[in-house]
DNA sequence: TTCACGTAAATTGCATGCAACATTGCCGAA
DNA sequence: TTCGGCAATGTTGCATGCAATTTACGTGAA
C-alpha cells in the first residue's frame, strides 16, 4: 500500500492499464452497479483516494464523467452521492430502453449483416448453456449482450451509444429479475423466440417480443427490489 | 429568455459563476455549436486555457464531459478533436430522436398537465411571432423549447435527459433546415397541428404529426448541409 | 529524392499544495 | 431546554509543477 512509485501492483486484485482516469471511472461504475457504493450515499474523496491508490485529479475527472452518464450527482462545494432511483425511476428507464429496441429491432431486422445475426445466434447459445449451469453472472452479462448486440445491428451509432448508456445506468436494479427459477425459465424461452425472430429478420414481431420480454422482465424485478427494499428498511436503518 | 450566450468574446475579467467547470464546459459546447471549433479540429488544452483564462484542471475536467456528451473524442496522451459527424450520423440521431418522441408523444398525451398543455401553446404562439418577425434565432430556440416541453410532459425523467442530451449532440446541425421560406413556412403549419394534437391530448396523431415533421425538416436540412460542405471542400480549408 | 533515426519541443497525465466553502461542535444567551 | 453565532475541522475547487508520452524537426545515408 506504501508503494506509491510506477509498480504494476497497486493491488491485488486489479493492474491500473490504459489512463487512471479510465481506469477508475470503471472501477466506480463496477462498484455502484454491484453495490459496493450504496444508492444515496457521500462518495468522499478522500476515502477513495486511499482506496484506490490513485490521486484526485483522475478521481475527480471520473466523477464528472458518471455525473454525466447519471450514476453520481455532483453538488458544487459539496460533493458527490451515488444517485438514488425510485422505482419510477428505473421505470422510466425502462421504458426508454424498449422505445430504443424498438426503433432497433426493426431496423435490425432489415440492416443486419449474417455475421451479426450469427453472432447473436451464438451468443444465445452460451447463454443457454449459462442457464443449465445455473450461472447466473453469466447469463445475465450474455444476455446484456445480446441485446447490445441486436441494437447494434441497427448500425445506428447514436442509437448504439444511447442504449448502451441508458443500460448501464440501472443495470444494478436489473440482476433481481431472475431470481426465481420459473421466471428465469419463461425468460429463456422468450430469448430463445427473439433470436428467432431476428435470424428470420421478422422486424415487427422482434419489436413486439422485445417489449413484451422487458415488461414480464421488469414487473418481476420490481417485485423482487420491492421486497429488497422493504426488508432493507427493516433491517438496516443504522446508517 | 433572452439570448443569453450568443456573447463571442471573453472580456479579461469573467464573470463565471458556479464552478469553472460548468463554466468553461457550456462555453466550450457553445462554442462547438456555434462552430467556434471547427468538426474534426483539435483543441489544444494551452490554447484554451489562455483564450478562457481558466487553468487546466477544470478545463480537463470540461473535456470529460464534453467526451461524454458526443461532442469531443479524446485519444489518450494525444489530445481531444471536435467529434466530425457525416451526414448519416445526424440522420442516425434524428431516428433515435423520432423514436425517443415516439414514446414520449403518446405518454405526454396521456399525462400531460393543463398548465404543460397551456406552457407549449404559449411557446408555440412566441414561436409563430418570432416567425412572423423572421427572427430565426428566437424561432429555432423556441422550436427546440417546444419539443423539449411535450417530451417533458410525459413525466419521464430519463427520457427528458435522453431527448435533452441527443438534441444538444446534432443541434449545430440543426439550423440550416428553415433556411429557404417555403419550408419555414411549412413548418410552422406543421407546428401549428402539432400544438392542437397535444392540447387536445390526441397521441396517436401527435406521434405522427411529429415524426413526419422531423422527417421532412431533416430532408431539407441534409439538402442544405450537403450543399454547405460541397461549397467549404471547393472554398478549401485544408489543414 | 526518400527514408530512417535520434534529439528537441510540445503536449498530455497526474500529483500535490493552497484557498474557498461547507459542516460540525461548542459555548453562551434567552 | 432551545436557539444563534462562532471557531475548528473537514472537504471540495482550482492552479501549478513535474514526469511521461507524443509530435516535430533536422541530419545523414541509401
Redesign the interface.
Known amino acids: 500500500m506504501q508503494s506509491k512509485s510506477m509498480t504494476k501492483q497497486t493491488s491485488p486484485t486489479e493492474p491500473p492499464r ?2 487512471r ?2 481506469y477508475v471511472t470503471e472501477l466506480l461504475r463496477d462498484m455502484i452497479t454491484r453495490g459496493d457504493l450504496e444508492s444515496g450515499s457521500r462518495v468522499n474523496e478522500r476515502v477513495l483516494v486511499e482506496q484506490l491508490n490513485i490521486s484526485r ?1 483522475p478521481l ?2 471520473a466523477f ?2 458518471l ?4 450514476l453520481i450527482s455532483i453538488q ?2 459539496v460533493g458527490a452521492t451515488v444517485v438514488a432511483f425510485t422505482m419510477d ?1 428505473v421505470e ?2 425502462i ?2 430502453l ?3 429496441e ?2 432497433g429491432a426493426e ?1 435490425a431486422a432489415e440492416r443486419a449483416t449474417q455475421d451479426e445475426i450469427d453472432k447473436v445466434a451464438e451468443l444465445h447459445a452460451r447463454m443457454v448453456a449459462a442457464f443449465e449451469d445455473s450461472d447466473l453472472m453469466s447469463y445475465f452479462h450474455l444476455n446484456q449482450e445480446i441485446h447490445q448486440n441486436i441494437i447494434d445491428a441497427a448500425h ?4 448504439s ?2 442504449y448502451a ?2 443500460c448501464a ?1 440501472i443495470r444494478r436494479f436489473r440482476f433481481a429479475g431472475n431470481r426465481d427459477r420459473s421466471r428465469w425459465e419463461r425468460a429463456v424461452r422468450e430469448h430463445e423466440q427473439i433470436a428467432e425472430a431476428f435470424a428470420r429478420r421478422e422486424g415487427p414481431l422482434l419489436r413486439e417480443l422485445l417489449r413484451a420480454h422487458h415488461i414480464a422482465g421488469w414487473q418481476k424485478a420490481r417485485r423482487a427490489l420491492e421486497d429488497d427494499r422493504g426488508a432493507e428498511d427493516k433491517a438496516g436503518s443504522s446508517s
Open positions: 490504459g489512463t482516469s479510465a485529479t475527480r475527472e464528472k464523467i455525473e454525466r452518464e447519471g458544487p462545494n425511476d422510466a428507464s421504458e426508454v424498449i422505445g430504443l424498438t426503433i431496423r445506428n451509432p447514436a442509437l451509444r444511447v448508456a441508458e445506468r
